[in-house]
T-cell receptor, first 118, second 116 residues
Framework: DTGVSQDPRHKITKRGQNVTFRCDPI?????LYWYRQTLGQGPEFLTY????????KSRLLSDRFSAERPKGSFSTLEIQRTEQGDSAMYLC????????????????FGPGTRLTVL | AQSVTQLDSQVPVFEEAPVELRCNYS??????LFWYVQYPNQGLQLLLK??????LVESINGFEAEFNKSQTSFHLRKPSVHISDTAEYFC??????????????FGTGTRLTIIP
């Protein structure tokens, strides 16, 4: 178990450019979540997947954002035409679909991708 | 919808002193409750959780939290803090569900600073 990994750890881009982030969940975990954390705030839910199916999207996820999990393993989050307001830490988490006793709702977080839009 | 309020954005505490980080939540349905910790330049780690049963839950590093349904609170306490406890602490809730996996709603966090 190597934990949840995210790539890149840091991304600096110019306004208007597209960016893509990758998340590799813990291998046996079926559920994968994306959150966004802005400075001074707690993480906010963006979307989650059950295997390859995207089951819920937050209103925060504008039409410039798209997330995929094509084979039910890793996931990508793409932001098109980035804006300065997109600057944030993007966190990925995973959890097992059938948790072991005492493990309910335990989401395991990756280190995050810090996006800076200039 | 659920919401979480952490009233204290920053809490400075002297080393070996006790600390309490406050968390209140709002929800029309039953929830699970969590405390996550974020050390500098690291991801979120689960500190402790309340799912059911005893309202007092403990972590392996000396923190404890008590679920108080009447006051809709889940305050985090430690009787004696160490320098290594310096971090940001987030309270979170999620819906209770049969599947046991639901999105988390976080508070705005409390930055705990330990003063030597």
């Amino acid at each position: 178990d190597t934990g949840v990994s995210q790539d890149p750890r840091h991304k600096i881009t110019k306004r208007g450019q597209n960016v893509t982030f990758r998340c590799d969940p813990i291998s046996e975990h079926n559920r994968l979540y994306w959150y966004r954390q802005t400075l001074g705030q707690g993480p906010e839910f963006l979307t989650y997947f059950q295997n390859e199916a995207q089951l819920e999207k937050s209103r925060l996820l504008s039409d410039r954002f798209s997330a995929e999990r094509p084979k039910g393993s890793f996931s990508t989050l793409e932001i098109q035409r980035t804006e300065q307001g997109d600057s944030a830490m993007y966190l990925c988490a995973s959890s097992p679909n059938q948790p072991k006793p005492g493990q309910n709702n335990e989401q395991f977080f990756g280190p995050g991708t810090r996006l800076t839009v200039l | 919808a659920q919401s979480v309020t952490q009233l204290d954005s920053q809490v400075p505490v002297f080393e070996e002193a006790p600390v309490e980080l406050r968390c209140n939540y709002s929800s029309s349905v039953s929830v699970y409750l969590f405390w996550y910790v974020q050390y500098p330049n690291q991801g979120l780690q689960l500190l402790l959780k309340y799912l059911s049963g005893s309202t007092l839950v403990e972590s392996i590093n000396g923190f404890e939290a008590e679920f108080n349904k009447s006051q809709t609170s889940f305050h985090l306490r430690k009787p004696s803090v160490h320098i290594s406890d310096t971090a940001e602490y987030f309270c979170a809730v999620s819906l209770r569900s049969n599947f046991g996996n639901e999105k988390l709603t976080f508070g705005t966090g409390t930055r705990l600073t330990i003063i030597p």
